[in-house]
């Protein structure tokens, strides 16, 4: 199903029906790195080659920091489904649950009680909207690969849950537009991810190093998307950002 966007200050594509889209086969040549690309997070137009590591060539936008793969060398959908067939993540797993609670715990500590939520690449097997059930609250599901349910895209929510999913987005700016639609006026954008921290280590990063993962962020990254939608931003631990939105919008 087609979905259509918001307007946005960022100006995003506007033509993608989910998180992940069909991508032309990666490149066997290197990449020219003299070339500038438009940031696919920020659509900044001031994104340069960065470093080649395992065969994929990255860029860097010296907006918003954010680091992408070249677009000619995302990964097409069946080698995105054959890997996440792989995940094993359980609601009934402990370790995952606890994994997960440094998202929940400050989110559900920022909520009223009995909110409307929506857990955006929810995966095979979720388990936060578990955890957010328990603390009472209503939780709907989607996931372009196994929660394709258009309907709940064209709902509002008093928050939407991003755990371990905007390092897949192949058109971050899109996706972050499509976020903000689906939030109420007040309502909280809850994402968690690695940023990245030290281009040092980047070309070895195992974060990197996860085929499926296109792009990358740190904490810039992540204030300048909030000044761009007009969301508070807030880091409350590591690899946890909470955005509000504005509650006039």
């Known amino acids: 199903m087609q979905i259509a966007e918001p307007e946005s200050p960022c100006t995003p594509i506007t033509d993608s029906s989910g998180l992940a889209s069909v991508a032309k086969p ?6 020219c790195g003299s070339e500038n690309l438009p940031c696919s997070v920020c659509c900044g137009k001031n994104a340069r080659f960065l470093l080649a590591a395992g065969g994929r060539d990255y860029w860097r ?3 918003c920091a954010a680091t992408f793969l070249h677009p000619t060398q995302l990964p097409t959908i069946d080698a995105e489904y054959a890997h996440y067939l792989r995940h094993e993540n359980s609601p009934e797993d402990l370790h995952y649950r606890r994994f997960l609670h440094r998202l929940a715990a400050p989110l559900l500590a920022r909520l009223p009680h009995r909110q409307s939520g929506l857990d955006f690449g929810c995966g095979p097997g979720p388990a936060l909207d ?3 059930r328990e603390a009472g609250h209503e939780v709907a599901l989607y996931d372009p690969f196994f929660h394709r349910d258009s309907a709940t895209l064209l709902r509002t929510y008093d928050f939407v849950t991003c755990t371990e999913v905007v390092e897949h987005f192949h058109r971050p700016a899109e996706e972050f537009a499509r976020l903000d639609a689906l939030l109420k006026p007040g309502g909280w954008l809850a994402i968690m991810t690695c940023f990245q921290t030290d ?3 980047f ?6 190093r996860d085929p499926t993962h296109v792009v990358f962020y740190g ?4 204030i300048q998307l909030a000044r761009c939608y007009d969301w508070h931003c807030e880091i409350p631990v ?5 955005m509000r939105k504005g509650k006039r919008s």
Not at 203 to 208: K, T
Not at 219 to 222: M, P, V
């Open 219 to 222: 904490a810039e990254t992540f």
């Open 26 to 31: 990666p490149c066997r040549t290197p990449v």
């Open 203 to 208: 070309a070895a990063w195992h974060y990197r």
């Open 61 to 63: 936008c010296s907006d």
């Open 130 to 132: 578990c955890m957010l």
């Open 238 to 242: 590591k690899d946890v950002v909470l």
């Open 199 to 201: 281009d040092t280590r």
